[in-house]
Protein backbone atom coordinates (compact mmCIF):
# COMPACT_ATOMS: atom_id res chain seq x y z
CA UNK A 1 0.00 0.00 0.00
CA UNK A 2 1.26 3.49 -0.73
CA UNK A 3 2.75 6.04 1.98
CA UNK A 4 0.89 9.08 2.20
CA UNK A 5 2.29 12.11 3.67
CA UNK A 6 0.43 14.21 6.34
CA UNK A 7 2.25 17.68 6.71
CA UNK A 8 1.03 21.24 8.11
CA UNK A 9 2.82 24.25 6.73
CA UNK A 10 6.13 25.97 6.26
CA UNK A 11 7.67 27.29 9.42
CA UNK A 12 5.40 24.78 11.70
CA UNK A 13 3.34 26.36 14.72
CA UNK A 14 1.90 23.92 16.96
CA UNK A 15 -1.41 23.36 14.66
CA UNK A 16 0.26 21.88 11.89
CA UNK A 17 2.46 19.87 13.75
CA UNK A 18 -0.14 18.52 16.51
CA UNK A 19 -2.85 18.06 13.73
CA UNK A 20 -1.02 16.03 11.39
CA UNK A 21 0.37 13.45 14.25
CA UNK A 22 -3.81 13.66 15.70
CA UNK A 23 -4.65 13.07 12.06
CA UNK A 24 -1.90 10.47 11.08
CA UNK A 25 -3.06 8.78 14.07
CA UNK A 26 -6.58 8.76 13.04
CA UNK A 27 -5.97 7.72 9.67
CA UNK A 28 -3.69 4.77 11.17
CA UNK A 29 -6.88 3.67 12.97
CA UNK A 30 -9.10 3.45 9.56
CA UNK A 31 -6.36 1.60 8.16
CA UNK A 32 -4.41 3.72 5.86
CA UNK A 33 -0.45 3.65 5.35
CA UNK A 34 -0.22 7.50 6.71
CA UNK A 35 3.03 9.27 7.98
CA UNK A 36 3.01 12.59 9.68
CA UNK A 37 6.11 14.50 8.74
CA UNK A 38 7.00 18.25 9.34
CA UNK A 39 8.51 20.88 6.64
CA UNK A 40 10.78 23.08 9.34
CA UNK A 41 12.14 23.26 12.44
CA UNK A 42 10.06 22.86 15.90
CA UNK A 43 9.46 25.68 17.89
CA UNK A 44 9.77 25.91 21.64
CA UNK A 45 5.77 25.94 22.20
CA UNK A 46 5.16 22.73 20.21
CA UNK A 47 8.80 21.04 21.91
CA UNK A 48 7.02 21.96 25.17
CA UNK A 49 3.75 19.87 23.79
CA UNK A 50 5.00 17.33 22.35
CA UNK A 51 7.74 16.81 25.39
CA UNK A 52 4.60 16.66 28.14
CA UNK A 53 2.28 14.62 26.49
CA UNK A 54 5.64 12.16 25.17
CA UNK A 55 5.05 12.10 21.30
CA UNK A 56 7.28 12.10 19.26
CA UNK A 57 8.20 15.04 16.61
CA UNK A 58 7.55 14.28 13.25
CA UNK A 59 10.95 13.47 10.90
CA UNK A 60 11.75 16.78 8.74
CA UNK A 61 11.11 16.33 4.87
CA UNK A 62 12.67 18.75 2.67
CA UNK A 63 11.94 17.41 -0.80
CA UNK A 64 8.20 16.24 -0.78
CA UNK A 65 7.88 14.35 -4.45
CA UNK A 66 11.54 12.21 -3.31
CA UNK A 67 9.33 10.72 -0.54
CA UNK A 68 5.82 10.29 -1.75
CA UNK A 69 3.34 10.14 -4.72
CA UNK A 70 0.36 11.64 -2.51
CA UNK A 71 0.08 13.94 0.62
CA UNK A 72 -2.51 15.13 2.49
CA UNK A 73 -2.47 19.07 3.85
CA UNK A 74 -3.72 19.99 7.19
CA UNK A 75 -3.55 23.72 8.39
CA UNK A 76 -3.20 25.31 5.01
CA UNK A 77 -4.12 25.22 1.65
CA UNK A 78 -2.30 28.23 -0.32
CA UNK A 79 0.61 26.35 -2.42
CA UNK A 80 3.39 29.22 -1.45
CA UNK A 81 2.92 28.15 2.21
CA UNK A 82 3.84 24.60 1.27
CA UNK A 83 6.11 22.00 0.88
CA UNK A 84 8.56 22.11 -1.74
CA UNK A 85 7.69 20.05 -5.32
CA UNK A 86 4.10 19.86 -4.07
CA UNK A 87 2.93 20.23 -7.58
CA UNK A 88 4.61 17.47 -8.25
CA UNK A 89 2.51 14.83 -5.71
CA UNK A 90 -1.10 14.36 -5.91
CA UNK A 91 -3.05 16.63 -3.32
CA UNK A 92 -6.12 13.58 -1.69
CA UNK A 93 -7.22 15.57 1.28
CA UNK A 94 -7.13 19.26 2.77
CA UNK A 95 -8.19 19.62 6.49
CA UNK A 96 -7.86 23.66 7.05
CA UNK A 97 -9.60 26.74 8.56
CA UNK A 98 -7.96 29.49 6.65
CA UNK A 99 -9.18 31.07 3.71
CA UNK A 100 -9.06 29.43 0.31
CA UNK A 101 -6.19 30.73 -2.46
CA UNK A 102 -3.82 29.83 -4.91
CA UNK A 103 -5.20 26.06 -4.51
CA UNK A 104 -6.38 23.63 -7.36
CA UNK A 105 -5.86 20.29 -8.21
CA UNK A 106 -6.09 17.98 -11.07
CA UNK A 107 -8.33 15.62 -9.55
CA UNK A 108 -11.12 15.46 -7.04
CA UNK A 109 -9.80 15.26 -3.44
CA UNK A 110 -11.21 15.46 -0.01
CA UNK A 111 -11.78 19.16 0.93
CA UNK A 112 -12.73 20.38 4.32
CA UNK A 113 -12.30 23.83 5.67
CA UNK A 114 -14.52 24.87 8.43
CA UNK A 115 -14.45 28.56 9.99
CA UNK A 116 -13.25 27.54 13.37
CA UNK A 117 -9.64 28.67 15.48
CA UNK A 118 -7.80 25.70 15.15
CA UNK A 119 -7.83 22.54 12.57
CA UNK A 120 -7.52 20.29 15.52
CA UNK A 121 -11.53 21.33 16.35
CA UNK A 122 -12.08 19.76 13.09
CA UNK A 123 -10.14 17.00 13.63
CA UNK A 124 -12.03 16.27 16.88
CA UNK A 125 -15.07 16.09 14.92
CA UNK A 126 -13.39 13.73 12.56
CA UNK A 127 -12.36 11.17 15.66
CA UNK A 128 -16.32 11.09 16.63
CA UNK A 129 -18.04 10.95 13.11
CA UNK A 130 -15.66 7.35 12.43
CA UNK A 131 -16.21 6.59 15.63
CA UNK A 132 -12.31 6.37 16.81
CA UNK A 133 -11.76 6.45 20.40
CA UNK A 134 -8.98 9.45 21.31
CA UNK A 135 -6.07 8.24 23.43
CA UNK A 136 -4.32 10.36 26.19
CA UNK A 137 -1.50 11.39 24.03
CA UNK A 138 -3.11 12.29 21.11
CA UNK A 139 -6.11 14.36 22.57
CA UNK A 140 -3.68 16.27 24.76
CA UNK A 141 -1.93 17.48 21.33
CA UNK A 142 -5.16 18.73 19.89
CA UNK A 143 -5.74 20.24 22.80
CA UNK A 144 -1.97 21.97 22.76
CA UNK A 145 -3.41 22.74 19.18
CA UNK A 146 -6.00 24.78 20.21
CA UNK A 147 -4.73 26.84 22.84
CA UNK A 148 -1.91 27.71 20.72
CA UNK A 149 -4.25 29.12 17.89
CA UNK A 150 -6.83 30.59 19.98
CA UNK A 151 -4.18 31.86 22.45
CA UNK A 152 -5.51 30.37 25.50
CA UNK A 153 -8.88 31.11 23.97
CA UNK A 154 -8.26 34.78 23.96
CA UNK A 155 -8.24 35.23 19.70
CA UNK A 156 -11.23 36.51 18.15
CA UNK A 157 -10.60 33.12 16.02
CA UNK A 158 -11.64 31.21 18.80
CA UNK A 159 -15.29 29.89 18.18
CA UNK A 160 -17.47 27.89 20.57
CA UNK A 161 -16.73 24.78 19.05
CA UNK A 162 -12.89 25.35 19.54
CA UNK A 163 -14.09 26.11 23.66
CA UNK A 164 -16.26 23.07 23.81
CA UNK A 165 -13.45 20.95 22.32
CA UNK A 166 -10.86 21.83 24.23
CA UNK A 167 -12.96 21.08 26.99
CA UNK A 168 -13.63 17.67 25.94
CA UNK A 169 -9.72 17.05 25.21
CA UNK A 170 -8.57 18.43 28.52
CA UNK A 171 -10.70 15.93 30.35
CA UNK A 172 -9.12 12.73 28.16
CA UNK A 173 -5.87 14.46 28.41
CA UNK A 174 -5.83 14.77 32.14
CA UNK A 175 -4.69 18.41 32.35
CA UNK A 176 -6.29 21.48 33.42
CA UNK A 177 -6.52 23.63 30.22
CA UNK A 178 -5.80 26.97 31.50
CA UNK A 179 -2.93 25.79 33.56
CA UNK A 180 -1.32 24.16 31.43
CA UNK A 181 -1.79 26.26 28.19
CA UNK A 182 -0.29 29.41 30.31
CA UNK A 183 3.14 27.07 30.69
CA UNK A 184 3.05 26.08 27.22
CA UNK A 185 2.87 29.42 26.00
CA UNK A 186 4.94 30.95 28.01
CA UNK A 187 7.94 28.10 26.74
CA UNK A 188 7.16 29.85 23.43
CA UNK A 189 7.23 32.86 24.25
CA UNK A 190 10.90 32.61 25.72
CA UNK A 191 12.56 34.15 22.38
CA UNK A 192 15.89 34.90 24.59
CA UNK A 193 18.28 32.03 22.82
CA UNK A 194 16.77 32.82 19.41
CA UNK A 195 18.70 34.19 16.79
CA UNK A 196 17.67 36.89 14.68
CA UNK A 197 16.68 35.13 11.40
CA UNK A 198 14.78 32.46 13.46
CA UNK A 199 12.95 35.41 15.28
CA UNK A 200 11.48 36.09 11.60
CA UNK A 201 10.84 32.52 10.46
CA UNK A 202 9.66 31.00 13.16
CA UNK A 203 6.11 31.55 12.60
CA UNK A 204 6.00 33.08 8.99
CA UNK A 205 3.83 32.74 5.80
CA UNK A 206 3.87 34.11 2.99
CA UNK A 207 1.12 35.24 0.68
CA UNK A 208 -0.37 37.15 -2.31
CA UNK A 209 -2.04 40.02 -1.83
CA UNK A 210 -3.67 42.38 -4.88
CA UNK A 211 -0.55 42.01 -7.02
CA UNK A 212 1.60 41.84 -4.37
CA UNK A 213 3.82 39.69 -2.54
CA UNK A 214 3.73 39.90 1.40
CA UNK A 215 5.56 37.90 4.05
CA UNK A 216 3.95 38.17 7.83
CA UNK A 217 5.85 36.42 10.53
CA UNK A 218 3.96 36.28 14.05
CA UNK A 219 6.11 35.93 17.38
CA UNK A 220 4.64 35.75 20.67
CA UNK A 221 6.14 36.99 23.65
CA UNK A 222 5.57 38.59 27.09
CA UNK A 223 7.81 41.39 26.74
CA UNK A 224 7.75 43.41 23.52
CA UNK A 225 10.43 45.58 23.98
CA UNK A 226 12.81 42.96 24.44
CA UNK A 227 12.34 42.22 20.99
CA UNK A 228 12.23 45.62 19.18
CA UNK A 229 15.45 45.78 21.32
CA UNK A 230 16.73 43.93 18.45
CA UNK A 231 15.13 46.05 15.90
CA UNK A 232 18.04 47.27 14.02
CA UNK A 233 19.23 43.34 13.37
CA UNK A 234 15.71 42.22 12.51
CA UNK A 235 15.57 45.29 9.64
CA UNK A 236 18.48 43.74 8.58
CA UNK A 237 18.17 40.38 7.89
CA UNK A 238 14.15 41.34 6.55
CA UNK A 239 15.31 43.70 4.28
CA UNK A 240 17.86 40.57 2.86
CA UNK A 241 14.24 38.23 2.62
CA UNK A 242 12.56 40.90 0.97
CA UNK A 243 15.58 40.97 -1.46
CA UNK A 244 15.68 37.24 -1.90
CA UNK A 245 11.89 36.38 -2.02
CA UNK A 246 11.42 39.67 -3.97
CA UNK A 247 8.77 40.93 -1.24
CA UNK A 248 6.59 43.67 -1.57
CA UNK A 249 5.76 43.89 2.31
CA UNK A 250 7.18 42.07 5.20
CA UNK A 251 5.26 42.47 8.21
CA UNK A 252 6.64 41.53 12.11
CA UNK A 253 3.88 40.89 14.29
CA UNK A 254 5.05 40.83 17.84
CA UNK A 255 1.97 40.29 19.95
CA UNK A 256 2.16 40.15 23.75
CA UNK A 257 0.46 37.09 25.17
CA UNK A 258 -0.25 39.61 28.48
CA UNK A 259 -2.00 42.14 27.48
CA UNK A 260 -3.20 40.88 23.92
CA UNK A 261 -1.43 43.95 21.97
CA UNK A 262 0.89 43.11 18.99
CA UNK A 263 3.47 45.60 17.46
CA UNK A 264 4.04 45.91 13.82
CA UNK A 265 7.34 46.24 12.44
CA UNK A 266 6.99 47.27 8.53
CA UNK A 267 9.75 47.18 5.85
CA UNK A 268 9.18 47.39 1.70
CA UNK A 269 7.85 49.11 -0.81
CA UNK A 270 3.91 48.51 0.56
CA UNK A 271 4.69 49.66 4.17
CA UNK A 272 2.15 52.20 3.71
CA UNK A 273 -0.36 49.49 3.55
CA UNK A 274 -0.35 48.96 7.31
CA UNK A 275 -0.74 52.41 8.17
CA UNK A 276 -3.77 52.61 5.59
CA UNK A 277 -5.36 49.05 6.58
CA UNK A 278 -4.63 49.76 10.76
CA UNK A 279 -5.85 53.46 10.28
CA UNK A 280 -1.89 53.31 12.44
CA UNK A 281 1.48 55.98 11.35
CA UNK A 282 4.02 54.24 10.91
CA UNK A 283 7.05 55.34 13.62
CA UNK A 284 10.63 53.73 12.43
CA UNK A 285 8.94 51.30 10.52
CA UNK A 286 6.82 50.35 13.95
CA UNK A 287 3.15 50.89 15.37
CA UNK A 288 1.15 49.30 17.79
CA UNK A 289 -1.66 47.36 16.90
CA UNK A 290 -4.11 47.62 20.07
CA UNK A 291 -6.37 44.13 20.16
CA UNK A 292 -5.09 42.65 17.22
CA UNK A 293 -3.46 39.19 18.02
CA UNK A 294 -4.87 37.05 15.01
CA UNK A 295 -2.62 36.93 11.81
CA UNK A 296 -5.78 35.12 10.26
CA UNK A 297 -8.52 36.98 11.28
CA UNK A 298 -6.97 40.42 12.04
CA UNK A 299 -4.29 41.06 9.58
CA UNK A 300 -4.22 39.09 6.17
CA UNK A 301 -7.98 40.27 5.39
CA UNK A 302 -8.01 43.70 6.08
CA UNK A 303 -4.19 43.99 4.41
CA UNK A 304 -5.82 42.21 1.52
CA UNK A 305 -8.37 44.35 1.25
CA UNK A 306 -5.90 47.56 1.23
CA UNK A 307 -3.71 46.10 -1.18
CA UNK A 308 -5.99 44.77 -3.59
CA UNK A 309 -7.86 48.18 -3.58
CA UNK A 310 -4.34 49.57 -4.81
CA UNK A 311 -4.42 47.43 -7.51
Known sequence: ??????????????????????????KKKLGANVEAVRLG????????????????EPRLVEQIADEAKSVILVDHNERQQSADGIEKVKIT?????????????SDPLYFRVEPVGCTATILNKMYKENNVELDKQ???????????????FKSPTCTEQ?????KELAEIAGVNAEEYG?????????????????LISLDAKEFSMGNSKVEIAQVNTVDVNEVLARQAELEDVIGKVIAEKELDLFLLVITDILTNDSAALALG???????????????????ILKGVVSRKKQVVPVLTDTLVARG
Open 1 to 26: MENVLIFGHKNPDTDSICSALAYANL
Open 41 to 56: QINGETAYALDYFKAE
Open 93 to 105: EVIDHHRVANFET
Open 138 to 152: TAGLMLSAIISDSLL
Open 162 to 166: DVAAA
Open 182 to 198: LEMLKAGADLSSKTTEE
Open 269 to 287: KESSAVEEAFKVTLENNTA
